[in-house]
């Protein structure tokens, strides 16, 4: 094969495998990945809630595993995402500038909580949209917050720091952030694994 034949191969193989992962990226972004349901047994624990956002399932998946882990209440933020292009681009713009959406929260008792979970995606480096937007709207006088994050690769510390000012001026106790990375697209961890490392990363957290 000539020199010319062989960089044109290579690079109609690199264009494919280019469209391969936007189309993978793309199907999987528009995608919900359900878990299984959680209700706290019995009397639930009034000293540790979870409070989160998930656009496309895994966050939920995590925070489920966090209430359950303590048999502690959990409410979801509902935001206007929609799992297509235009939900997509809607969150990078406000990711991007900072826009707080409008939200609205599930019912929960706040009152004797000491220990607050708050979940969320990672959205351009930072936590997504509609936890910043419930920091503002939340009573956390005196409450210890841990945020827990998951993304496809990183976050930016400053960010978390940003957040961590703004728990601390609603009256919370920043005391940790807890990252969980997904892997990018062809090598993420399974729902198995990321639920394990959920477990084992917040056992210290009891
Ligand atoms: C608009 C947008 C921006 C994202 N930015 C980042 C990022 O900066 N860093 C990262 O690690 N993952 C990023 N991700 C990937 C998500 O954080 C990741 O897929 C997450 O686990 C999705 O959680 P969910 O299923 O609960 O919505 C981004 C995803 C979206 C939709």
């Not at 198995?192 to 056992?203: F, V």
């Amino acid at each position: 094969m000539n020199t010319r034949k062989f960089i044109l191969l290579l690079a109609l193989a690199m264009a494919a495998v280019g469209i391969a992962a936007f189309a993978l990226m793309a199907v999987k972004d528009r995608t919900y990945v359900a878990s299984e349901a959680y209700a706290p047994v019995g009397e639930p624990n009034r000293a540790v809630a979870v409070v989160y956002y998930s656009r496309s399932g895994h966050s939920e998946a995590v925070a489920r595993e966090v209430a359950r882990t303590f048999n502690a209440p959990i409410a979801r933020i509902s935001a206007d995402y929609p799992l297509d292009f235009s939900g997509q681009g809607k969150a990078v713009s406000d990711a991007n500038a900072g826009e707080l959406p409008r939200i609205e929260v599930g019912h929960i008792d706040l009152d004797r909580v000491r220990r607050l979970f708050l979940v969320s995606p990672i959205w351009m480096f930072r936590p997504a949209t509609p936890l910043w937007a419930y920091v503002e709207q939340a009573n956390l006088m005196g409450k210890e917050i841990v945020l827990v994050t998951t993304g496809n690769s990183r976050f930016e510390q400053t960010e978390i720091d940003a957040f961590a000012r703004r728990v601390e001026a609603r009256g919370g106790h920043f005391i940790h952030h807890l990252f969980l990375r997904r892997g990018r697209i062809y090598w993420q961890k399974s729902r198995e694994d990321l639920l394990a490392e959920t477990r084992a990363r917040i056992r210290d957290l009891r």
